[in-house]
T-cell receptor, first 109, second 116 residues
Framework: GESVGLHLPTLSVQEGDNSIINCAYSNSASDYFIWYKQESGKGPQFIID?????DKRQGQRVTVLLNKTVKHLSLQIAATQPGDSAVYFC????????FGAGTRLTVKP | DGGITQSPKYLFRKEGQNVTLSCEQNLNHDAMYWYRQDPGQGLRLIYY???????QKGDIAEGYSVSREKKESFPLTVTSAQKNPTAFYLCASSMWTGGSAKNIQYFGAGTRLSVL
């Protein structure tokens, strides 16, 4: 079946550096993608989303890039801060949204 | 204070027992969802509802049941047929009802269910 996956289960960065979290998807018909941040013991929080008719979308310190040719999605976090430490999930779809397994981002002071 | 409230935060189930997890939202959202999260894994969809008195199965609906009698409420019952219920359960809601360009789901804080 279709799946959403992440390239790395963990990512460690130095405070102030930029972080890049990657995600691959297999459904070429996917039209909507979303990134969530989940802190320990809490529910996921929306970060940013993108439709398939766009290649890039920017938010506050975050950028999502979509490469439909290779079915790849990435989340870039600029000037990573300790508060960014969490698990990051990509997801695709609408009502039957499918989530990846997550990447745990650790920010070293 | 708007949002999604899940209760209880922790729940224990005995063998052969049905338990019900509560989810209430005051965001006036039409759609509501239940997900299961196992350690180190992503979220898997159990059930979703786009309108009162209607709901659809997700990928892992077996052993679970839901109801949607009110727009604000979407309780999930974990039945005795669910043989491995230990997990973190997350409820979400969104504005999307079809035809929208977005489906940003807003999540509650979760209920952690364990088996005694």
């Amino acid at each position: 079946g279709e799946s959403v996956g992440l390239h790395l289960p963990t990512l460690s960065v130095q405070e102030g550096d930029n972080s890049i979290i990657n995600c691959a998807y297999s459904n070429s018909a996917s039209d909507y993608f979303i990134w969530y941040k989940q802190e320990s013991g809490k529910g996921p929080q929306f970060i940013i989303d993108i439709r398939s008719n766009m290649d890039k979308r920017q938010g506050q310190r975050v950028t999502v890039l979509l490469n439909k040719t290779v079915k790849h999605l990435s989340l870039q976090i600029a000037a990573t801060q300790p508060g960014d430490s969490a698990v990051y999930f990509c997801a695709e779809g609408f009502n039957d949204m499918r989530f990846g397994a997550g990447t745990r981002l650790t920010v070293k002071p | 204070d708007g949002g999604i409230t899940q209760s209880p935060k922790y729940l224990f189930r005995k063998e052969g027992q049905n338990v019900t997890l509560s989810c209430e939202q005051n965001l006036n959202h039409d759609a509501m969802y239940w997900y299961r999260q196992d350690p180190g894994q992503g979220l898997r969809l159990i059930y979703y509802s786009q309108i009162v008195n209607d709901f659809q199965k997700g990928d892992i609906a077996e052993g679970y049941s839901v109801s949607r009698e009110k727009k604000e409420s979407f309780p999930l019952t974990v039945t005795s047929a669910q043989k491995n219920p230990t997990a973190f359960y997350l409820c979400a809601s969104s504005m999307w009802t079809g035809g929208s360009a977005k489906n940003i789901q807003y999540f509650g804080a979760g209920t952690r269910l364990s088996v005694l």
